[in-house]
């Protein structure tokens, strides 16, 4: 490097900065001389600059390697923003069409491009391999590169290759940067780049502004986070799903619930994410609701929280995710929920991988499972987790240590886990430890013949919950160690040597219990039903029935009155909400019962919940929206179930759950081509005289003359037109 450069003063030039932040300086020292560098630091840290200032100071072009393409471009498009060359950065990926990477190529040879950034499957093409064998490469870095490990979140296996193409192109410094590694992820990623000679540059994960919370997942789970977002109003927010579909879901509710919202994930097009990250930047929206897919390639700084719909698979996702919010240094709320069975659900998708990568996923679930149970201060679980110590007792700013739980004395279990790993040579998991020390007996223990020792089973009389916390809070005071080779494997600490032959006292706070009962993973239940209320409905459907001259159920089916009486809905908004009640149904019955139940309410005191009523969006609305339009341009229904890719009865249970909405729906066009006009009457006659729309009485009643599907037809035709 040569001693006249002024970082500071090239700092100010090119970005605007009057100083670098934490260790920036030094690692852009560290690469101007040539050396291998490997950066850990957090989101929002600065990683960037690292290697985008030196490569403005350095000779040749700079290769950046990031995973996604929405990355690439948001960083390119802030490096021209500081010059006046538009070809000051390029990248190269799959969205470019020829023309396009015909004029990136021209730029860097002319000597114009001083940072390229390219996804690894496009570096490890052999085209570009050949055509970078001509440029003078000042140096590779490599973005995200915890995913080059196995035991990193984000694992991709074209990683892997980046160095064996680096060896074809030509050899240069390497930078390698990530925001989460642990310890075996850093050994992982400088083994594989074969920069074990890089110096090492590592911030703290401590982030001070950010409030951590973790919360039981339950049925109301949309309603806590609608509430929290209209407390919120105005306020810029991200919330992780796991799944695709649960993202669209979301995102749907939330708009229905007046909120500016969008979904993001990698089944949607270019065009759309791209428009989508726009506004939430420009502030046209308030909320993204995503997928993990989202997020790296977002530099938004005032984002003031950020929600965990499903707990992440691993805690290194999890920190990466909650670093998108407070960027700016201030207000950045984390909340996760949480339910064991969402990690039951994780442990299934494992299932068909190979075992070792079985094996990596449960131990990294583990970890989440630990973190999300555990009572000790969640910043300083986190931290930990990353190598680090958090000396404080009481962060001030987490759910356990504003609401800390009574700390009880586990001397005596932890002298007993201390002395069983020592027994069992330091070779097991926790689990085993666990199972040992209470001497339960399983088919892993006694093929190990550890049944037979004389310490199995020492821990038999003290509580069951005490275990887990032990382990994990020894962990934490240093009485315990994970190999990082063989990760999980539970190592004694000299501390905790000394500790077997000296015991103190050593208090711990409980595991907090979750109770997955009250979450079914699907649609709530009907809850504490009133059951005053329900037949005072009852007798004002069949008075109602009475007047509109149509049979009681097709006023409101049971369910409906059920959840009326559960929920108490008091204006035709808050009736929509019910099962079975569409905005037809609402309109032509609603406003007497809405006006029974606010009675009712008001004459017996009763506090509704002060929750916020939620609008749902119908599971499948967009199919349901799909087949309305297609009945109105009177397609043939078994050529719409052929599009929909539904069996005929599915498309007609997909249609009885529109009309029995409240929609009218006319498929006269179809019955008059498949039924007799006298058999449309005898079936439409049942219906009208009967007091149940029972299916399956309607079969018995009459199913010697009809078929089952001819039944359903007419009463669909039936439904839509004495009902809606």
Aim: proline residues 3%.
């Amino acid at each position: 490097m040569k001693e006249s450069i002024n970082l500071s003063e090239q700092l100010k030039l090119h970005f605007g900065f009057d100083k670098f932040k934490g260790d920036q300086e030094a690692i852009v020292k560290n690469v101007l001389e040539g050396n291998n560098t490997f950066v850990l630091m957090p989101t929002g840290g600065g990683k960037s600059l690292c290697y985008q200032l030196p490569a403005l100071l350095m000779e040749g072009t700079a290769i950046v390697i990031s995973p996604l393409i929405a990355l690439m471009k948001n960083q390119v498009d802030v490096i021209n923003g500081i010059s006046d060359n538009d070809g000051l950065a390029h990248y190269l990926n799959s969205s470019l069409n020829k023309a396009a990477i015909d004029q990136v190529k021209a730029d860097i040879l002319e000597g114009r491009t001083r940072l390229l950034y390219v996804a690894p499957e496009s570096l490890n093409k052999e085209e570009n391999i050949e055509f970078l064998r001509g440029v003078k490469i000042s140096f590779y870095a490599i973005d995200e590169a915890h995913c080059i490990s196995e035991w990193g979140h984000d694992f991709r296996q074209e990683y892997r290759n980046i160095r064996p193409t680096i060896n074809k192109i030509g050899d240069a410094p390497v930078i390698a940067l990530t925001a989460t590694a642990t310890d075996k992820v850093r050994t992982d990623i400088k083994k594989n780049l074969c920069i074990l000679d890089a110096v090492e540059f590592k911030s703290s994960f401590n982030r001070p502004n950010l409030y951590y919370e973790v919360r039981q997942k339950t049925n109301d789970i949309d309603k806590q986070i609608i509430k929290y977002i209209k407390q919120n109003s105005g306020k810029s927010g991200i919330i992780y799903c796991l799944s695709r579909k649960k993202v669209e879901e979301l995102a749907a509710i939330l708009c229905a619930n007046d909120i500016p919202a969008a979904p993001y994930h990698a089944g949607l097009d270019a065009a759309t994410r791209s428009e989508t990250q726009d506004a939430f930047l420009m502030e046209k929206i308030d909320v993204i609701v995503a997928t993990i897919a989202f997020g790296m390639g977002i530099d938004k700084p005032d984002v003031r929280f950020v929600i965990h719909y499903d707990i992440p698979k691993s805690l290194e996702g999890y920190y990466q995710e909650t670093g998108r919010a407070g960027r700016d240094g201030g207000e950045g709320n984390c909340i996760a929920f949480y339910a064991y069975k969402d990690l039951q659900k994780l442990e299934k998708f494992m299932e068909g991988k190979p075992v070792a990568e079985q094996d990596i996923g449960r131990l990294l679930l583990q970890e989440t499972a630990a973190y999300a149970e555990s009572s000790v201060c969640r910043r300083k679980m986190l931290l930990h987790y990353f190598g680090e110590e958090y000396t404080k007792e009481n962060c001030g700013c987490c759910d356990n240590c504003l609401h800390p739980k009574e700390r009880i004395e586990a001397k005596e279990a932890l002298t007993m886990v201390l002395q069983a790993i020592e027994k069992l040579k330091e070779n097991f998991l926790g689990e085993y430890i666990i199972d040992f020390v209470r001497g339960n007996a399983t088919d892993d223990i006694i093929s190990h013949h550890h049944d037979e020792l004389d310490e199995f089973g020492m821990g038999e009389d003290l509580p069951e919950k005490i275990w887990n916390p032990t382990i994990r809070q020894a962990l934490i005071s240093g009485y315990l160690k994970k190999d990082i080779e063989n990760y999980g494997l539970l190592k004694v600490t000299a501390a905790g040597k000394r500790f077997v032959k000296s015991p103190t006292s050593f208090m711990i706070v409980e595991d907090a219990e979750f109770d997955d009962e009250n979450y079914d993973g699907d649609e709530a239940g009907s809850g504490a039903l009133d059951p005053t209320l329900y037949n005072m409905l009852k007798r004002l459907r069949s008075e109602t029935a009475e007047k509109k001259k149509v049979p009681a159920y097709a006023v409101f089916q049971d369910v409906s009155l059920e959840q009326m009486a559960t929920m108490y809905p008091v204006t035709i908004d808050e009736l929509q909400n019910i099962q079975g009640v569409g905005q037809g149904k609402a309109k032509r019955y609603g406003t007497e019962f809405c006006e029974l139940i606010k009675r009712y309410c008001e004459e017996n005191e009763i506090e509704r919940p002060a929750e916020i009523r939620v609008r749902t969006v119908a599971k499948g609305s967009i199919q349901k929206v799909e087949i309305i339009t297609a009945i109105d341009k009177h397609h043939m229904l078994d050529d719409i179930a052929k599009a929909q890719k539904l069996s005929f009865s599915e498309l007609l249970d997909e249609i009885e759950s529109i009309v029995y909405s409240g929609t009218k729906l006319n498929i006269d066009y179809f019955i008059e081509e498949e039924i007799d006009d006298d058999a449309v009457d005898d079936i439409y006659d049942y219906f009208y005289e009967s007091e149940t729309d029972d299916l399956n009485e309607a079969i018995q009643e009459l199913g010697a003359d009809y078929t089952e599907e001819e039944i359903r037809l007419v009463r669909i035709k039936f439904i839509s037109e004495v009902a809606n």
